[in-house]
């Protein structure tokens, strides 16, 4: 299948700019990034700092920001690049039809259970006691729903993805492949015998239109829940401990650690591998950068990096200036050296004088 550019141009609502006598491919076939696109292929730049990239790429054409001009192949101008290449590439490799096919006879699912219409459960799932399946729900195969958990209308649990007990999810929601909610916090207390795991009676509760990566975890509350906010998506391999209360529009992304009791507010931003400790809480709007040690409050709208997590800009004043420690090094072996040699002289000057008294 091809596409003309004056289509491709109309289907993304775009401006077409072509090069003044140029002799361009009109027939567009596929949709390719810069590094990959071929000879027949419309590619995306989404800033005015990747064009020289352009010039390098076998593309026939791009999707360009509005107000980008004229370059050196046919452009399609447009608001959102991204948006209108998600289009095209669509347009050109639609998405799979997927039919639902109901419940499986090959699913387990206790009489108890309570599941509305349209309700999807693929073979090997299981459906445990007194649980609560809303309309739209899919089950994909393999995953476990433990007794007494409610899923809100529209929600995707995949293959394999394990829901302990009680444990609540809004609408909305997907939940991948190995993601754990409601396992055990890692809490103990010593006594004479070793160690003894503390009281688990709580739950994970899930506000609407939250997503929970692949093998990401989150552990049930101590006496009550542990609390993911509505809109938050969490990004693969996530570890948020017990009673750990995460505010709306949280972006949490890959293999952040979370430690019991942290609180924060609306549109917090945790990057790679940052680890929270306990009991602190992260203001509205705060970013954590990558790798952060984080053991204090932050402030709402901060951004903090580094161990221990310290304001950025304070943060790169430590780094501009570890840049510069081997010449800062080298600089004080030379003043050092030259205030021995003035120590030395001085030292002649005063000898002199006694010298000639004598």
């Known amino acids: 299948m091809s596409e003309s550019l004056s289509m491709l141009a109309k289907l993304v609502e775009g401006q077409l700019v072509i090069p003044d006598a140029l002799n361009f491919q009109e027939h567009i076939a596929s949709a390719s990034t810069l590094e990959t696109a071929t000879t027949d292929a419309i590619t995306l730049v989404d800033s005015a700092e990747r064009l020289p990239s352009l ?106 993805a394990v829901l302990y007990d009680d444990t609540l999810v809004g609408q909305d929601c997907i939940i991948h492949s190995n993601a754990v909610l409601g396992a055990f916090g890692f809490g103990y207390k010593p006594d004479v015998n070793g160690l003894e795991l503390s009281a688990q009676l709580g739950w994970v509760e899930l506000g609407d239109h939250v997503e929970v990566g692949a093998g990401a975890t989150i552990d049930r509350g101590t006496y009550g829940p542990t609390v993911i906010g509505s809109g938050t998506k969490i990004d693969n391999l996530v570890m948020i401990a017990h009673n750990c209360r995460i505010g709306r529009h949280n972006m949490i992304c890959s293999q952040v650690g979370v430690a019991g009791s942290t609180t924060t507010g609306e549109w917090v931003i945790m990057a790679g591998q940052c680890g929270l400790r306990d009991h602190i809480h992260i203001g509205d709007g705060a970013v954590l950068g990558a790798r952060s040690g984080v053991s204090n409050d932050v402030p709402p709208k901060q951004t903090v990096l580094g161990e221990p997590a310290i304001d950025l800009r304070q943060r790169k004043l430590q780094l501009a200036s570890m840049s510069k420690l081997p010449e800062m090094r080298k600089q004080v072996k030379q003043l050092l050296k030259r205030v021995e040699e003035l120590e030395q002289s001085s030292q002649s000057s005063t000898k002199e004088p006694s010298s000639k008294a004598a």
């Open 55 to 160: 010039a390098k790429s076998q593309a026939a054409a791009a999707i360009v920001p509005v107000g980008t001009g004229t370059q050196d192949r046919p452009t399609i101008e447009v608001p959102d690049v991204h948006k209108a290449f998600a289009t095209i590439i669509q347009h050109f490799r639609p998405p799979r039809t997927r039919h639902r096919q109901g419940v499986s006879p090959q699913a387990v699912i206790d009489p108890s259970a309570r599941l509305a219409g349209d309700v999807e459960v693929q073979p090997l799932a299981l459906i445990g006691p007194d649980v609560e399946l809303a309309e739209g729900v899919v089950i994909h195969a393999g995953a476990r729903v433990g007794a007494g958990c409610r899923i809100g209308a529209g929600t995707t649990v995949f293959a394999n």
